[in-house]
């Protein structure tokens, strides 16, 4: 940009292709926001390391949705808590799902 003080941010794809963030979809921005606050919390010299997030999976489909769990599961210096609508679909979801329902 021809613009002083100006910058952006967002992903590499596999095909090396670089995407501004603004151009992401909304699930693919929960996920970069999910990655980003794990790389802080993994970085950070505190002993509690948490992370709180509200409705990530609502936007994803349900492969990403997978996926993410099993990326999620492999994570242990973390604690992660998610709140939303859709079931989690680990095949592990005994382990470490409790889930919450109101009226």
């Not at 794809?13 to 929960?30: A, R, V």
């Not at 998610?82 to 799902?97: D, P």
Request: net charge negative.
């Amino acid at each position: 940009s021809e613009k002083s003080n100006n910058f952006s941010f967002g992903v590499i794809n596999n095909e090396s292709n670089y995407i501004e963030f603004d151009l992401l979809s909304s699930g693919e921005k929960c996920l970069y926001t999910l990655v980003l606050l794990l790389s802080i919390a993994e970085s950070s010299d505190s002993q509690l390391k948490l992370i709180m997030i509200d409705d990530l999976l609502d936007h994803l489909d349900t492969a990403r949705t997978k996926d993410c769990f099993e990326t999620l599961y492999k994570i242990s210096n973390v604690q992660i808590l998610m709140a939303g609508v859709q079931n989690c679909t680990h095949s592990n979801a005994e382990e470490f799902v409790i889930e919450v329902t109101g009226e």
